[in-house]
């Protein structure tokens, strides 16, 4: 039995090697590497914004930071400024990264490479322009929004289109022609054709590429009854984000109907009873979203336990703090879990196994439903327990399902490691 | 090895609990601002007619505004009568987040009087409201006088409720009743204007006055609404004053007239 598990063990680790061997991912892996600082730096940002500046915050609440710190409006305005910048621009910099380290195994040259970036670059903005402006003839207007953590697939598919059209190109420049005079040729090639497409993007579509993109991911959400249940739910957000759509794409933050019903049921009567106990917000958003989405504080606590590597060290320090207040990017990004086979098992497993055990309490009435709404940057254990209005039993709860992820996240952690301690021998 | 391991183990919890401290230390208090903070999915909008006009004053109007709407608003007609006791028609469905209640009175005679002890009748009639379907905000309406009767609601007897106004708007409301003498003050005006500092900080205000002689609209005079700005102008948080002209800008059919429906859809249920 034994055996066989470390059979199964070895071929998992032999898979994510020659997974992480390919060329594509290979070049996706290193524009992830690229990024992950300015993805820390936006996720800080935003968690320092969120969680300490706004009303709704839960330092701002807990610290009463009002009373004490002056200008923060003016410190709001300054770290959205930084999150805009950085996380807001992530899938514009994968597009650049990915293209970037398409081109670097065919070419010493540094302008080819540049430029494979900067067309991808370009590329993604001509499917990102104001229809009105390129069509009514105004001045061009490009369009600023889905290009963040929430574009970051979109980025990594334009750069592997240009990154591997640029590569092909080089690969077929007559050895005779000088280098500047091809890369002209093969950039401004490229170009016109890009921007063919994006004006006929623009032309038969009303919205840009990446808005549309969010709405098609974002439209199995919104299907009026849960056909596919919580599981589904947390199944379909699971895989969006391991494939590089980060960020919330559906309202379970505790806006819906249900919620308000749920919460004017316990202010208006005495006792605690609700009239929907089974939601998205009462079982996915507090218990299944410990550290983020994927459970990603017990990936944490897991990668802590184990043997990480010095890059996986540096990684879980850095993410700490975001990982703390439920901002899962760095992590995402850093480590990375996103198109990582082995992590993909655990990164949905996880969060399902704590929502059947969260889903059975509830439904036994072992503890009580979450009613009050949930403050942001709340550490993800403590969810349940404020969320409930102080019961101890669902901060108990809490606790066991971040436990139950450490332990289904802790052989996967130790199989990845081994994963990457073989391809960085590689490297090295 | 595994020692350091579990070092580093040890410091993320610590840090987790440290973290957690401040929610534990608050959570006594959480009660208290949630109910403070706490906004209901039902927001009613509240219509008052003008003096000589009963409940039914709006029938015509609800009409207008439910057609070409996504979401039909139920209508719910509340009359008070002189003794204070309140009789009901039509209802309010069950989900509908924004609906209609026209508060009407019996005595619905004009004079300062009359609007004064109409106010202290709204009062009886919105607190009753306010218990049967827990609103925690709500928007209104009041045409001619009905304006008054909610401006004196709102200096009065607002802070007394549990609920916070959003939105109010007034057609064709004579803050100085039909004085025709521009220099001179009444003394509802003194009154409203005396009290104004009472008026909800976060209210946003509309004054739609009808205008038919460029100096009234056939009934009350342009001076008496735009008085209006005496009363509301740095009271509330935003006030802002309109003239509809043309085609039905006479004072009893402001209501019906389709800029003003317009303008209820845009400011007041938008």
């Known amino acids: 039995m034994t055996d066989r598990i470390a059979q199964l063990g070895m071929r998992l680790v032999n898979g994510e090697v020659r997974f992480y061997r390919n060329r594509q991912i290979s070049a996706i892996r290193q524009a992830l590497r690229l990024i992950f600082p300015i993805i820390l730096l936006g996720s800080l940002a935003d968690f320092l914004e969120q969680s300490w500046l706004r009303t709704d915050g839960y330092y701002y609440q807990t610290l009463h930071v009002a009373r004490w710190l002056f200008q923060v409006k003016i410190l709001r305005q300054y770290l959205r400024l930084i999150g805009a910048g950085t996380l807001g621009l992530a899938g514009i910099l994968m597009a650049f990264a990915v293209s970037f380290y398409l081109v670097v195994p065919v070419t010493r040259h540094m302008t080819d490479r540049l430029m494979a970036g900067t067309i991808a670059v370009i590329s993604l903005k001509f499917f990102n322009v104001t229809r009105t402006s390129v069509l009514g003839g105004h001045t061009i207007k490009w369009v600023a929004t889905d290009l963040g953590i929430q574009g970051i697939l979109v980025g990594i598919l334009v750069g592997v289109l240009v990154g591997n059209g640029y590569r092909w190109a080089l690969g077929h420049r007559s050895p005779d022609l000088e280098q500047i005079p091809s890369t002209l040729v093969i950039t401004c090639t490229w170009l016109v054709v890009m921007a063919a497409l994006g004006l006929l993007w623009v032309s038969t579509q009303t919205v840009s590429l990446n808005s549309a993109f969010a709405s098609i991911i974002r439209w199995p959400f919104r299907l009026p009854h849960f056909i596919l249940g919580l599981l589904g739910y947390c199944v379909l957000n699971g895989a969006f984000e391991w494939l590089g759509v980060l960020g919330p794409l559906s309202a379970s933050s505790g806006q819906s109907i249900e919620s308000a019903q749920n919460l004017a049921a316990v202010l208006a009567h005495r006792g605690w009873q609700l009239p929907h106990p089974l939601t998205l917000h009462t079982v996915v958003s507090v218990y299944a979203n410990v550290g983020g989405t994927g459970m990603m504080l017990a990936l944490l606590l897991a990668l802590f336990l184990s043997r990480p590597t010095a890059w996986q060290r540096r990684i879980g320090w850095l993410s700490l703090v975001p990982t703390l207040g439920n901002f899962n990017a760095p992590m995402m990004v850093g480590l990375p879990v996103i198109l990582s086979p082995l992590m993909s098992i655990p990164f949905i497993l996880a969060p399902s196994a704590c929502i059947t055990l969260s889903w059975l309490c509830i439904r036994l009435k072992w503890v009580p439903t979450v009613a009050y709404p949930l403050l942001t940057g709340t550490p993800g254990p403590l969810q349940a327990y404020l969320g409930t209005g102080g019961s101890w039993t669902a901060l108990a709860l809490s606790l066991a399902d971040l436990i139950l992820s450490t332990a289904i996240y802790y052989p996967f952690v130790k199989l990845v490691q081994a994963a990457h301690r073989q391809l960085d021998g590689e490297v090295a | ?270």
């Open chain 2, 1 to 270: 090895m595994r020692h350091t391991n579990l070092h580093r183990l040890w410091a993320v919890l610590l840090l987790l609990v440290v973290l957690c401290l401040p929610g534990f230390w608050w959570q006594p208090h959480q009660e208290k601002i949630v109910r403070a903070n706490y906004q209901s999915l039902m927001a009613p909008v509240f219509f008052v007619p003008g003096s000589s006009a009963t409940q039914n004053r709006f029938n015509a109007l609800v009409k207008e505004l439910n057609r070409e709407s996504p979401t039909t608003h139920s209508l719910l007609r509340v009359e008070v009568m002189t003794n204070g006791r309140l009789e009901y028609s039509g209802n309010l469905k069950q989900g509908d987040e924004r609906p209609f209640i026209v508060v009407g009175f019996q005595n619905h005679r004009d004079g300062p009087v009359n609007v004064r002890k109409q106010a202290v009748w709204f009062a009886t009639a919105f607190q009753a409201l306010e218990k049967t379907y827990h609103f925690t905000h709500f928007s209104a309406m009041g045409h001619s006088n009905g304006g008054l009767v909610l401006t004196l609601f709102m200096e009065h007897d607002l802070a007394k409720t549990k609920t916070k106004i959003d939105r109010l708007m007034t057609i064709a409301t004579p803050f100085n009743l039909e004085e025709q003498d521009a220099a001179v003050d009444t003394d509802l005006f003194k009154e409203l204007s005396g009290d104004r500092t009472n008026l909800p900080r976060n209210a946003t205000v509309y004054s739609i006055a009808g205008s038919k002689t460029f100096a009234s609209d056939g009934i009350v005079p342009f001076d008496s609404v735009n008085r209006g700005k005496y009363i509301f102008q740095d009271q509330v948080k935003h006030f802002t004053q309109i003239t509809v002209t043309g085609a039905n800008a006479n004072h009893a059919d402001l209501p019906e007239n389709q800029q003003i429906v317009a303008l209820i859809r845009q400011d007041l249920l938008s």
